[in-house]
């Protein structure tokens, strides 16, 4: 016991010599503050001047990107900081290390300027020694801009550029003799491993040891390599003679590293390796670095898809934006992480960063979990053709590479999203070459300099699915992998054009193929039973993705996919079902599942798993199956890698189900009011597994007035075939129908849903977002020319509720007005619209004219209180003074 005490005493008096000298790293985040707005040197200093303190990671658009209103605030933001170092470190390297800010950053220390970055999403250290007071109050000052800059990527894209500090920001102290990494806040040790077999692996160490004093130093660079088990297993070191003032670069191989435990999907094992600096006279040591180590090598087949360590992996996983709901991209670390231990969870191997290089905890997660990624430079869509731009691309490209470089998980660094999806001067043909040419020679640049800097890595560059542009611009030719981002079945009309462009690619171009993306809108609050192209359902989502899932599956040529995205992003230019925000996830902006989630799972996991979809709904509505039921049917959907299951409702079995090849049951589920509880429960060679999901099921009867299932309230969305959850109320609107006649006790008579001209979104067609509501998918559809909507309910008093929007827009009434064919003017006349509105025969609104009281893509509402006598039931009926009467959508419930 007591020889233990002692040794353990001299174990940490150790650790404490030792840390005493070398390198220390840790956050400054606590104790910002920070204006929004410009600021003059005097201004900053000015007591008037008023701060908001804040902690990093920040952003000033967390509020802006997310309200009803168009634009966030992108512009300039100021953040300042007292600090103070002890008079002992006077004699120590300090650095100012941000991993990242958006996207221009200048910084000061004490009112001096120690240096600037260009570029939202890489890395960038200052060297602040010269600047500091030791022993005094030193006041740091970050100048930040997000606002548009023609030379630095990214110029314009599907999502929203949130400003701000909003990445860790460290202080790094070191002796002045240090490994020297200011310079694109490179790893300080760059490792790579040239050739790896099962049986034997050379490794190489490159970087830059920086010698700060006057006097030569013998040093001894020492690389300790230790196993999962953190024995050390491999060491070398070598001497080398530091000049005063020297920067000396370095390089050290292993040759011989023997029986390497390999790095892959299946087991992502790390080694870890301390790199040390040795002072050959004092054996002091000082300076110190960390970086994981994973053997593996890998390939790319034109035919066969992806090899590591030999082994064929098929590629199947997500891109990643970097943003969460209400926070913008000032994610904390451990929130960012659990984004990969989603992707692992649903069974995924492969991460695209698109479209920029991440936190760094993202791939260092990857590495520990086994999922292989890939990382790009940000730029999307255009460039500008200047001599700038391109110079901060290559910086950007140089950045990236040295930051990422010793990830095993990494297999191909990507530029240029999608450079040619729309290319400018459309009109000049000759300036268009120009321009396609200025694309290729910067292409061209960034490839050699990226491979330059890393041989031992693929390059890709992502295309939109417009095959010819790319192959004509050489942008298939100069990387080593082709990437495309394919929409056939979402934007494009038909959803086989997917498979044919795959099948295109192969016959044509002899390069290997990743999808980089694939995806389709699911807004988490709208589902259908009769999904279709952009009406944004849950139930879309699952079509098209396993539509896609297959596809891909059959092709052994197609390396890997990304579906876009793992998760709902904010972009701010979007106008969907939920605006601002692309919902192309197939998690929600907070993350939660939605069901296409659970289809990839069913697809891809390899241990038993099942699970009920429709998760994202608790609650469930819809009319009784027939007129004097008690029961509406509806399907519920299980996902799948079991032979069979059996589904149970209440307690009692709703029969066995045999699975699929879209490993996908269904089972008609006769839904009664009030609570229901779904059991799923699959036994297969002995072992069960299950699931549960608790529905309560708003039950309205198919005959508004009948006894069995009393009529409470009821809510119609117009024109639409959607059911919609109000996240707030918690209650759902039900689609709409025509009245058929006397039978019939309910639905909409006369017109037609309305439909906006030159866009391919067919029903679904407003890219509208409604201002004053969150619930714009209420008011985005709408019977337009109806005569009348009829509620038979029975005798009582009522709070009817009707809802409109004005969905021609001010924009599109131009349009139409100049577009000079009789249909278009026949248009522009309707948009305008005036009419009166009745209840049960009684003038309510009389000359209603939303556009002029109101505006166009404005929620209007009017509440009503009706009272029903001698079995009238309620019709709401419409008499156009000018143009068609519409209405979106109708609410009613019943006081008593
Ligand atoms: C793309 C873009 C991506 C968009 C996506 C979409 O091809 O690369 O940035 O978000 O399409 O959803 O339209
Ligand atoms: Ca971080």
Not at 13 to 24: D, I, M, S
Not at 272 to 291: A, C, F, G, P
Request: with cysteine.
């Amino acid at each position: 016991m007591k020889k233990l005490n002692i040794s353990l005493l001299v174990l940490f008096l150790g650790v404490a010599l030792t840390a005493q000298n070398v390198r220390t790293i840790f956050t400054v985040n606590s104790g910002w503050e920070f204006h929004k707005g410009n600021l003059s040197q005097k201004a900053i200093s000015d007591k008037e001047t008023i701060w908001e303190s804040v902690s990093i990671p920040h952003t000033w658009n967390n509020v802006d990107a997310f309200d009803d209103e168009r634009g966030y605030y992108r512009g300039v933001g100021v953040y300042k900081k007292s600090i103070i170092f002890s008079k002992k470190d006077a004699n120590k390297t300090i650095l100012l290390h941000f991993e990242g800010a958006n996207q221009e950053t200048e910084v000061f220390v004490n009112g001096n300027i120690v240096g600037t970055h260009k570029g939202g999403y890489t890395a960038f250290s200052f060297p602040i020694t010269e600047n500091l007071k030791f022993g005094e109050v030193n006041e740091i000052v970050v100048k930040v801009t997000n606002a548009f800059d023609e030379n630095i990527p990214t110029l314009t894209a599907d999502f929203t550029f949130f400003g701000g500090i909003y990445r860790d920001i460290y202080i790094e102290k070191m002796n002045q003799v240090h490994f020297s990494t200011s310079k694109y806040a490179a790893k300080n040790v760059l490792i790579s491993t040239p050739k790896v077999t099962k049986k034997n692996a050379s490794i190489e160490f490159k970087g830059h040891i920086s010698n700060k004093t006057t006097s030569i130093k013998k040093i001894e660079v020492l690389q300790s390599i230790r196993n999962g088990n953190k024995e050390i297993v491999k060491e070398i070191k070598t001497n080398f003679l530091l000049k005063p003032n020297e920067d000396l670069k370095f390089n050290q191989t292993i040759k011989d590293f023997k029986n390497p435990i390999l790095w892959s999907p299946d087991n992502p094992y790390l080694y870890q390796v301390v790199t040390k600096i040795i002072d050959k006279k004092t054996k002091e040591i000082l300076d110190e670095s960390v970086n994981s180590l994973g053997f593996r090598w890998f390939e790319f087949d034109v035919d066969k898809g992806f090899f590591m360590n030999g082994k064929h992996y098929k590629l199947m996983g997500t891109c990643r934006h970097q943003d969460y709901l209400g926070i913008g991209n000032a994610v904390p670390d451990a929130l960012q992480v659990k984004d990969i231990e989603l992707l692992k969870a649903m069974g995924g191997n492969f991460l695209r960063l698109a479209h920029y290089p991440q936190d760094p905890v993202i791939m260092e997660a990857c590495d520990r979990l086994g999922i292989i990624t890939t990382v790009e430079i940000p730029i999307v869509n255009y460039i500008t053709e200047s001599k700038e731009f391109a110079t901060n691309s290559i910086e950007m490209a140089k950045e990236m590479v040295l930051q990422d470089y010793n990830h095993p998980s990494l297999v191909s660094w990507a530029y240029m999203n999608e450079i040619l999806l729309r290319p400018p001067f459309k009109d000049n043909p000759e300036r268009q070459k120009l321009y396609y040419k200025s694309i290729t020679a910067l292409a061209k640049d960034i490839e050699k300099v990226i491979r330059e800097l890393d041989p031992y890595r693929y390059t890709m560059i992502p295309n939109h699915g417009s095959f010819s542009r790319y192959v004509a611009a050489e942008l298939t030719e100069i990387p080593m992998i082709v990437g495309w981002n394919l929409y056939a079945g979402w934007y494009g009309n038909d959803i086989r054009g997917f498979e044919q462009y795959l099948d295109q690619h192969h016959e044509k171009i002899k390069k290997p193929l990743l999808v980089t993306e694939y995806g389709a809108g699911a807004d988490p609050r709208i589902r259908s039973l009769t999904p279709e192209r952009f009406d944004f359902s849950l139930e879309y989502q699952v079509y098209y993705h396993t539509h896609y899932l297959k596809e891909i599956l059959k092709r052994p040529f197609v390396a890997g996919v990304n579906i876009w995205n793992l998760a709902d992003f904010a972009s701010e230019t979007r106008h969907d079902a939920m605006p601002f925000v692309n919902n192309k996830g197939i998690a929600t902006l907070d993350r939660k599942p939605k069901d296409a989630f659970y289809l990839y799972q069913a697809f891809l996991k390899k241990t038993p798993f099942i699970a009920i979809g429709s998760k994202l709904w608790e609650q469930g509505s819809g009319f009784t199956d027939t007129k004097d039921g008690i029961v509406c049917t509806q399907p519920i959907s299980v996902f799948t890698n079991q032979k069979s299951a059996v589904l149970y409702l209440n307690g009692i079995s709703l029969g066995k189900k045999m699975s699929n090849e879209d490993k996908t049951l269904v089972w008609q589920v006769p839904f009664k009011n009030g609570k229901n509880l779904l059991e799923v429960v699959s036994t297969n060679d002995g072992k069960t597994i299950k699931d549960f999901h608790s529905i309560d099921f708003n039950l309205i009867a198919k005959n508004l007035d009948s006894k069995l299932v009393p009529f409470e309230s009821v809510r119609i969305t117009l024109g639409s075939k959607r059911y919609f959850l109000d996240e707030l109320t918690k209650e759902i609107w039900l689609p709409s129908k025509e009245y058929t006649g006397e039978n019939d006790s309910w639905g909409t008579i006369g017109g037609a849903p309305f439909q906006m001209k030159n866009t391919s979104r067919q029903n679904y067609s407003t890219d509208q977002s409604i201002k004053n509501t969150n619930n714009d998918p209420i008011y985005q559809t709408q019977q337009v020319g109806l005569d009348a909507f009829k509620l038979k309910v029975p005798d009582g008093f009522y709070e009817l509720t009707l809802h409109f929007a004005e969905l021609i827009s001010d924009k599109e009434k131009e349009v139409l007005a100049y577009n000079l064919d009789a249909n278009s003017e026949k248009e522009a006349e309707n948009s305008s619209r005036i009419f009166d509105v009745l209840v049960n025969g009684k003038v309510i609104f009389e000359n209603l004219d939303l556009l002029k009281e109101y505006g166009s893509e404005k929620a209007v509402s009017f509440k009503i209180k009706q009272l029903v006598t001698e079995n009238n039931g309620i019709t709401i009926s419409f008499r156009s003074v000018k143009g068609e009467p519409i209405l979106n959508a109708v609410e009613l419930t019943k006081v008593f």
